[in-house]
């Protein structure tokens, strides 16, 4: 009796120390989400464009003549005139970075508008981030329509593009269907690797996607293969820490 008595109150003083262990590890997830929420909302301003003065100061184009400034639609906007030339790998062709902004976190937001025929299924545009290189960077295609390539959040990494976001092929969201203008917003979270998309509804991400691979880059704009416009675009960041 003594004995079974003992292995009670010790399962009993083992209660409350389990419980004990579970809301500690609760709190630390909780602090850690709510961390990295505030860093978000903390990201300074780095860049804001309405291209009103008919220039794109800070932007490199990797092609130069096929970017320009153009009024459309009674505003100045950033046109990307002609599609680039597929090279070695499959991967967006057409791309103008903020050069000046090598970004860990980020959230890039502003207006897109597709040139290619709204009956063509495949009709993209694109946003650029973590660029390092022509082979090497990450990028939101806002397609027509949703498969294992298209409307996707694309890496690039030496290699043809592979897709990396959650949604399973052909279940993602599709909103780039019309030649009207379209509200777009891209994030970044260094701390959780978190990226999300969102195209005209920004309180609900269209694709998603967990991912460090590069981890650091510049952030722009562009098309794997088709022409459009941009306009309206706020730039907010933190940037990579300088080796010293």
Partial sequence: MKGGRNRKE???????????TLLLILAVFICLASCGKKEMNDLPLLASCDFEDGKAEGWKPNIPENWRVAGIDD????????????????????????????????????RLKCKAEASNPHRDMCVIFHFKDPTHFSYVHFSASTDSLHNIIGLVNGADRVKINSEPPGESVFRLTDMEWHRFKVSYDSETGDIKAFLDDMDTPILTACDKTLAHGFVGVG????????????????????NP
Wanted: glycine fraction near 8%; aromatic fraction near 10%; charge should be negative.
């Fill in 75 to 110: 505003s100045m906007v950033y046109e990307l005139v002609s599609p680039g030339i597929h090279g070695e790998i499959r991967a967006p062709t057409s791309w103008s970075i903020l050069a000046e902004h090598d970004l860990t976190s980020f959230e890039i937001e502003g």
């Fill in 10 to 20: 010790g399962d009993k003083m083992k209660f409350p120390i389990k419980i004990t």
């Fill in 223 to 242: 098309s794997f293969d088709d022409t459009g416009y941009f306009d309206d675009i706020t730039l907010k960041g933190k940037k990579k820490a300088q």
